[in-house]
């Protein structure tokens, strides 16, 4: 399966799913790495992994559907068969949705429907709640609204800071991003 995985940050998602044995011994080939951010940490680690990188920032196009048009184009000739997102930061529109519906998967640090959007993590902690999670989910028109492929908790302690929770929650995506994407494989 030839992937494309979107990131905008420090790609601890990213290292998961490139790092990961099972996937590769399954035909995982991410081709490229589409980042939004010029000074992302996640570029120097596909760059240490020989994936190729492509970095395209929103503020260089005069609207989404241009933006969207310019990652379409770069994909094709890659022939990618599914898009990861891995800490994207950016809402897919439907210019990216049309042409890979049904194909693009998103992870998400909350139990969705709870705490969609930015800052999941400390929004569930502020408020005081016994559990969050992590989802995995396809992508549509919706912020984190698409349908769920996989859901898991992580419980949050009386003793938690927003740091050891969010250590918590990223080991749980770290865990079982790989799983989904090798079920994907398997089917």
Known sequence: ???????????????????????????????????????????????????????????????????????IDKLAPLKIEYILLAGYMKVVTTTLLSKYAGRIINIHPSKLPKYSGLDSIERAFDAHEKETGVTIHYIDEGVDTGPIIRQETVPIFADDTVETLEARVHEKEHQIYPEVVLELLNK
Not at 12 to 31: H, P, S, V
Not at 43 to 51: P, S, T, V
């Open 1 to 71: 399966m030839r992937v494309a995985i979107f990131a905008s940050g420090n790609g601890t998602n990213f290292e998961a799913l490139a790092d990961d044995q099972k996937l590769k011994d399954a035909g995982l080939e991410i081709e490229l790495l589409v980042c939004d951010q010029v000074n992302a940490p996640v570029i120097d680690k596909a760059k240490k992994r020989n994936i190729l990188v492509y970095v395209n920032s929103l503020k260089d196009y005069p609207d989404r559907h241009l933006y969207e048009q310019a990652i």
